[in-house]
């Protein structure tokens, strides 16, 4: 049970994370016509943020409790 209610307020904590992720001011910081790797600047950074939100939720769920 203690498990569990650690796990849903990770999951809560996650998706607020992203919720802050993508709003709008972090996301118009990468708003520019730069590329990193031939790839336009906003793409990269909205991938590696769902990549982010994604392993955080792996943790949360997969994190064992002592």
């Given at each position: 049970?203690?498990?569990?209610?650690?796990?849903?307020?990770?999951?809560?904590?996650?998706?607020?994370?992203?919720?802050?992720?993508?709003?709008?001011?972090?996301?118009?910081?990468?708003?520019?016509?730069?590329?990193?790797?031939?790839?336009?600047?906003?793409?990269a950074?909205?991938?590696?943020?769902?990549?982010?939100?994604?392993?955080?939720?792996?943790?949360?769920?997969?994190?064992?409790?002592?």
């Amino acid at each position: 049970m203690q498990r569990r209610i650690l796990a849903g307020d990770r999951l809560i904590a996650a998706f607020l994370v992203g919720c802050v992720l993508f709003n709008y001011p972090l996301l118009s910081l990468f708003d520019r016509n730069s590329e990193v790797f031939e790839i336009p600047l906003i793409y990269a950074y909205v991938f590696a943020a769902w990549a982010f939100v994604i392993a955080l939720m792996a943790w949360a769920v997969e994190r064992r409790v002592r």
